[in-house]
């Protein structure tokens, strides 16, 4: 059984740099989510795709927040002119339209901005 | 405003002690709720979900919960603890055809052996 799988598990960059995180889906998967965990928080959500649709982006999203799921299958996640605010776990996951409400988390991308 | 409530930061218990985890929620629709674990450097697992139903919901690793409308509130238990247990465990809440899951901002379990 393959999970959601994330990569890379972990980036440091410096301020101002640009970074991209992928997310691989469970392949039978249709629904694709983006989450961010800070420290002592939980998840909050990013943004959402069906298929390769991206029909939701939160406020947290800001403009320099992009992320594509190019053929409904694979996602990326690209936050371009990083700043220290932007350090976090960025979490995927994913689920079935056909299975009600369970969600299937990636072990997570962390991302610290020196 | 639909939020999820986790009073306890962290709670500490004994091997073998039994485990309450308190979750309040409050939200504009009849809501989904789930309890997530998350163990470090690892993703978050389901430990178990209540959509309608039976108000007392079994999970994995021995744990349950029981939804009580009446308070708002979804909390977890487990009547005898593991040190394997140890873990940040999260509430959250959703709704029917939605997929913007509100998470709570989680509870670290400490076992003592």
């Known amino acids: 059984d393959t999970g959601v799988s994330q990569n890379p598990r972990h980036k440091i960059t410096k301020r101002g740099q640009n970074v991209t995180f992928r997310c691989d889906p469970i392949?039978?998967?249709?629904?694709l989510y983006w989450y961010r965990q800070t420290l002592g928080q939980g998840p909050e959500f990013l943004t959402y795709f069906q298929n390769e649709a991206q029909l939701e982006k939160s406020r947290l999203l800001s403009d320099r927040f992009s992320a594509e799921r190019p053929k409904g299958s694979f996602s990326t996640l690209e936050i371009q002119r990083t700043e220290q605010g932007d350090s976090a776990m960025y979490l995927c996951?994913?689920?079935?339209?056909?299975?009600?409400?369970?969600?299937?988390f990636g072990e997570g991308s962390r991302l610290t901005v020196l | 405003a639909q939020s999820v409530t986790q009073p306890d930061i962290h709670i500490t218990v004994s091997e073998g002690a039994s485990l309450e985890l308190r979750c309040n929620y409050s939200?504009?629709?009849?809501?989904?709720l789930f309890w997530y674990v998350q163990s470090p450097g690892q993703g978050l697992q389901l430990l178990l979900k209540?959509?309608?139903?039976?108000?007392l919901v079994q999970g994995i690793k021995g744990f349950e919960a029981e939804f009580k409308r009446s308070q708002s509130s979804f909390n977890l238990r487990k009547p005898s603890v593991h040190w394997s247990d140890a873990a940040e465990y999260f509430c959250a809440v959703g709704s029917s055809g939605t997929y913007k899951y509100i998470f709570g901002t989680g509870t670290r379990l400490k076992v003592l052996a």
């Open positions: 209540y959509f309608s139903g039976d108000t």
């Open positions: 996951a994913s689920s079935s339209s056909t299975v009600t409400g369970e969600l299937f």
């Open positions: 939200y504009g629709a009849t809501p989904y």
């Open positions: 392949s039978e998967h249709n629904r």
